[in-house]
C-alpha cells in the first residue's frame, strides 16, 4: 500500500557518489512508497533517485518537484534497503550510488550517447605525451574506456574537473574528429509488453465474417484468453493487426501492457541433466550441517574434484522445497559453465541468471523474475548479490577466494563479505566454497566464526597429482617450454591424452626494444612498457588501451628491434611448433571479447576439437575435462614478486587451482610448474605436500607474516587513492589528506595500543602514472575495529571534500591489492 498521500514530501538519495539525502516537493497526484525509483533534477541534470523516507515538512525553503516516477513498483524493499544502508556506511559510499550500484544498469529511462577515440584521436595522445590539460585528460580518458557516456567521463573525472567543464571538452574533441559520438537505445524500468486479451467469455464471443479475426479469436481462446501481442502476430502474421483493432472497437478485445519479464535461456545446450550422484559419508555431512542451520556461515573446503557442487544442489533443493530461495554466487560466470549448467539441469525455469554476458535487457528482465516471485534459484557473479529476493533461505558463493568478487571501481565492494551479511540479515546459512580458501576465511574458521566443512577426497578414486618443479634458473630465457615439459606433453599426446598450459600473460611479449638506441614502446599517458600483440600487428597499453602498429624497426636509429619476453600468444606459437598436428586453442582477453567466446572455446576443447588448452588464469578456474592428463605453468613469478601481499596467496591458489585440472578421469594426470623460485615456500609446500594436502602448512606461514607486517587478516586497511594530471597538485592534496587523517585518529588512539590505528605513507603508488594522471597514496589501517570505524567515520568528510581542484580521490575499503 502506498504511503499517505498527505505527507508532502520525500527523501531522495540521488545516484551519485554523494553523501546525505535530498529534500523534494511530492507533486499533487503521485502517491510514493519508500523504495521507489524516481527522476529527480539535481543541478543543471535530471538524475534517478530513490525514495529513502516521507515526512510533513522541509528543511530547507526552497524545494524543487520530483519529476516523475520510473517505476510503480518498489525498486528495493525495507529489507533491501537497510542491507545497502549498511553496505554505503561501510565501504564509504553515498547511499543513492549504493542503490544504483545493486540494481541492473537498464534500470533508467531514455537513449544515451556514448564516445570513443578516433585514430587521429590515439595520434593525438602520442603526441601529447607531456600534455596534463583538461581536454587531452578527457581524451586519454575517452580511449581508456571506450563506451562511457557524457556522464560517465564526468565522474572519471570527479574532482579534477566539474561536469560541465568535461562535457564542452567532449564537445570540442568530437567537432575535432578526435573522438566519434554513437547513440545507444537503452529501455526505461517502466518498459511494458503489449498485451491481447478477451473482453467477453467463450460463449459470448461473435462469430467474425473476416478469416484474419476468426485466428485472432481462436488463438486467444487456445492461449486461455490472453497473448502478447508481438507473439499473437508472430502466430497470425502482421495482418492480425488491423483485425485486433477492429476487435477492440467492437468491445471484443481488451489491449493492455504488462512488465517485461520473459525468461533468458542461461545455458543453451549446455544443461546437465544427469541423475544426482549418490553422495559419499562427507558431501552428506556437509548438506545435513547446512540445511539444519539458520544464520551460520560455513567454510566449504574441498580439494579439486571433491563434489562440492554437488553438496550445492543438495542443500539447494532442500531449502527450496520448504518454500525459500537460493543466492549462488561465481567469481565469472562465463568461465564456470559446469555450475550454471548443473544448477539449470537440475531446477529448471526456477533458476534466474545474471552476469555481465547477458544484455542490459536481459538482465532487467531476470531480476524483474526474481521480484515477481517467478525464480526462486539465482546464479550468477558480484551483482547477483543484490538479487531481489523476498526470503532467502541459502547463500553460496563458490570459488570464495577468487579476487573477482570484489568491485573496483564505484563502490569498491567486496561481493563474498557482502554475501555473508546478507545471510546473517535473512537468517539462513552462507556458504563459501573453495579448494584453496583465502587466509580471511581460513582464519574466521580457525576462530570459530565460520563452521569448517572439509571434503578431503575426490569424488573419483584418482587422487589430485603431486606437483613436480621445473628448476628454470641457469637456463636460457629464450624459449618459453623447458625440453622436460616438451617431453611431458609428447607422453600425454602419444596416449591419445589432452593438456592444458598455463601462462598468466596475454599477449606476445611484454618489451619490445632496440638494441642499437634503447628506444621502445612506452605508452605515453602510463608509462609504461606497451605489450606486442603479434598477430594484431600493435603494440597495447593494458592498462588504458592506447595502441600503435608495430614497425619491426626502429624508428629513431633503424636497427631491428628485439623481442623480449613471453605472453599466451609466444606460448601458443612455441607448442604449435612443438606438436604441429596437435589442434591447440587459447583462452585470454584476446580470444574472449565476443559473447559466448568462452563457451565456444571450451566445447571445442570438451570435444577433442582441440587437445591443447592454452592460456591466463581463465583456464584453470572451474572446469572439468576427465580425459586431461597434464596441467602444465608456464609462467607465475611474476604474480608471485608483485609488490603485494597477497602475492604468495594468489600464486599458491593459482598452481593448486590448475593442478586441479588434471586426473579427473580414469588416467592419473601430473603437473609441472616452471619457475625460477623454486626454493620459495609457496612452491616449497607445493611440491612437498601437494594442492590436498594439509593447508594448515601454507597458511600458518602466510599468517605469521601478515600478523608481523599488519596485513590482513590481522588488520584491517584502506587504501585512499590520490590521481590527477597535475602531479604537484595531487602530491600536496595526498599530503594534505595525511595530516588530517594523522590528527583526527589522535583523537580514537588507545595510549595502551598506540598502533591500533595509523596511516601509512603517502607514497607513489607501484603503478605511478595511468590514464594521463599521477597516482599517490596512503593506507589507513587498525587493528582495533571499533576504534578504526569511528576514526573512519570521522574522516569521511574530509575525504569527500578533497576532490577538488584537478584532482580525484579515490577510496577502496579492505582493499585486494596496494597497486
Request: hydrophobic fraction near 40%; charged fraction near 25%.
Amino acid at each position: 500500500m502506498p504511503d499517505s498521500p498527505a505527507l508532502p514530501y520525500a527523501e531522495i538519495a540521488v545516484a551519485l557518489p554523494v553523501d546525505g539525502l535530498f529534500t523534494y516537493a511530492i507533486p499533487p497526484g503521485m502517491d510514493l512508497q519508500v523504495g521507489q525509483a524516481v527522476l529527480v533534477p539535481f543541478g543543471p541534470q535530471q538524475i534517478t533517485g530513490y525514495v529513502i523516507g516521507l515526512r510533513a515538512d522541509s528543511p530547507v525553503d526552497k524545494v524543487r518537484p520530483i519529476s516523475r516516477l520510473l517505476d510503480e513498483a518498489p525498486a528495493v524493499t525495507p529489507a533491501q534497503l537497510n542491507f545497502c544502508q549498511w553496505a554505503a556506511d561501510y565501504y564509504l559510499a553515498g547511499l543513492g550510488e549504493m542503490l544504483a550500484t545493486a540494481l541492473p544498469g537498464d534500470y533508467r529511462k531514455k537513449a544515451r550517447k556514448v564516445y570513443h577515440c578516433t585514430d587521429p584521436g590515439l595520434d593525438a595522445i602520442a603526441a601529447g605525451a607531456g600534455d596534463e590539460s583538461l581536454r587531452m585528460t578527457v581524451l586519454r580518458d575517452v580511449a581508456a574506456r571506450p563506451g562511457r557516456t557524457r556522464r560517465g567521463v564526468a565522474r572519471s573525472l570527479d574532482g579534477e574537473a566539474d561536469a560541465a567543464a568535461a562535457g564542452r571538452c567532449l564537445d570540442a574533441l568530437a567537432r575535432g574528429g578526435l573522438i566519434r559520438v554513437e547513440e545507444q537505445e537503452v529501455k526505461a524500468p517502466g518498459h511494458q509488453v503489449k498485451t491481447v486479451q478477451l473482453a467477453l467469455s467463450v460463449e459470448d464471443l461473435p462469430q467474425p465474417v473476416g478469416a484474419r479475426m476468426r485466428g485472432v479469436l481462436s488463438r486467444l481462446v487456445e492461449a486461455g484468453g490472453a497473448l502478447d501481442l508481438p507473439a499473437l502476430i508472430d502466430l497470425e502474421g502482421p495482418g492480425a493487426r488491423s483485425a485486433i483493432s477492429r476487435l477492440q472497437a467492437r468491445g471484443v478485445l481488451i489491449l493492455g501492457e504488462r512488465e517485461d519479464r520473459s525468461a533468458v535461456d542461461p545455458m543453451a545446450g549446455s544443461l546437465d541433466l544427469r541423475p544426482p550422484p549418490a553422495l559419499n559419508p562427507d558431501q552428506q555431512r556437509a548438506v545435513d550441517a547446512i540445511v539444519g542451520a539458520t544464520d551460520q556461515s560455513f567454510l566449504l573446503h574441498g580439494v579439486t574434484g571433491s563434489g562440492k557442487t554437488e553438496v550445492y544442489l543438495r542443500a539447494a533443493a532442500q531449502v527450496l522445497e520448504r518454500g525459500r530461495q537460493v543466492l549462488v554466487l561465481v567469481p565469472e560466470i562465463a568461465l564456470t559453465p559446469l555450475l550454471v549448467g548443473r544448477f539449470a539441469g537440475r531446477f529448471g525455469d526456477r533458476v534466474a541468471v545474471l552476469h555481465s554476458g547477458l544484455t542490459g535487457g536481459e538482465r532487467l528482465r531476470e531480476w524483474r523474475r526474481i521480484r515477481a516471485g517467478e525464480a526462486d534459484v539465482a546464479v550468477g557473479a558480484r551483482s547477483c548479490l543484490f538479487a531481489p529476493f523476498a526470503d532467502l533461505g541459502l547463500v553460496i558463493v563458490d570459488e570464495e577466494h577468487d579476487d573477482s568478487y570484489k568491485q573496483d571501481d564505484g563502490v569498491r565492494y567486496h561481493a563474498r563479505d557482502l554475501a555473508v551479511l546478507r545471510a546473517r540479515q535473512a537468517g539462513c546459512p552462507a556458504v563459501l566454497g573453495s579448494a584453496t580458501p583465502s587466509l580471511e576465511s581460513w582464519q574466521n574458521a580457525r576462530d570459530g566464526r565460520y563452521g569448517l566443512l572439509r571434503l578431503p577426497e575426490r569424488a573419483t578414486r584418482r587422487t589430485v597429482p603431486r606437483i613436480e618443479l621445473l628448476d628454470m634458473r641457469g637456463r636460457p630465457g629464450k624459449e618459453p617450454l623447458a625440453p622436460e615439459l616438451v617431453e611431458a606433453l609428447r607422453g600425454v599426446f602419444d596416449k591419445g591424452g589432452k593438456a592444458i598450459v598455463l601462462f598468466n600473460r596475454r599477449g606476445y611479449a611484454p618489451v619490445v626494444e632496440c638494441p642499437g638506441c634503447g628506444s621502445s614502446y612506452d605508452c605515453p599517458s602510463c608509462g609504461v612498457a606497451m605489450v606486442l600483440h603479434q598477430r594484431r600487428g600493435k603494440v597495447l597499453c593494458h592498462y588504458c588501451g592506447f595502441h600503435r602498429p608495430f614497425q619491426r624497426d626502429c624508428s629513431i636509429c633503424g636497427e631491428q628491434l628485439e623481442v623480449l619476453g613471453h605472453g599466451t600468444e609466444r606460448v601458443e606459437e612455441a607448442l604449435q611448433a612443438a606438436f604441429p598436428d596437435v589442434p591447440t586453442a587459447r583462452m585470454d582477453a584476446d580470444t574472449t571479447q565476443q559473447r559466448g567466446a568462452h563457451q565456444v572455446i571450451l566445447d571445442r576443447f570438451a570435444r577433442g576439437e582441440a587437445r591443447l588448452l592454452v592460456g591466463t588464469q581463465v583456464v584453470a578456474k572451474g572446469h572439468d575435462f576427465p580425459d586431461v592428463h597434464l596441467a602444465a605453468v608456464v609462467g607465475v613469478d611474476h604474480i608471485l614478486t608483485m609488490p603485494d601481499f597477497r602475492s604468495a596467496e594468489r600464486t599458491f591458489a593459482l598452481v593448486s587451482q590448475l593442478a586441479g585440472r588434471a586426473g579427473r578421469g580414469d588416467e592419473a594426470g601430473r603437473v609441472l610448474v616452471q619457475t625460477r623460485h623454486a626454493d620459495h615456500f609457496v612452491f616449497q609446500l607445493l611440491a612437498e605436500q601437494g594442492p590436498e594436502g594439509d593447508l594448515d602448512a601454507f597458511y600458518t606461514e602466510e599468517a605469521r607474516q601478515r600478523r608481523t607486517l599488519g596485513y590482513p587478516p590481522f588488520a584491517r586497511l584502506v587504501m585512499v587513492r590520490v590521481e590527477g594530471a597535475d602531479r604537484e597538485a595531487a602530491w600536496q592534496r595526498v599530503g594534505e589528506i595525511a595530516r588530517a587523517a594523522r590528527q583526527l585518529a589522535e583523537r580514537y588512539r588507545d595510549p595502551a595500543a598506540p598502533r591500533a590505528i595509523d596511516v601509512l605513507g603517502p607514497v607513489s603508488a607501484p603503478l605511478g602514472r595511468l590514464v594521463g594522471r599521477w597516482r599517490f597514496q596512503i593506507v589507513l589501517r587498525g587493528r582495533d575495529l571499533s576504534r578504526f570505524r569511528r576514526w573512519l567515520a570521522a574522516c569521511r568528510p574530509m575525504l569527500r571534500e578533497a576532490h577538488r581542484g584537478g584532482v580525484r580521490v579515490i577510496v577502496d575499503v579492505d582493499p585486494r591489492n596496494l597497486l
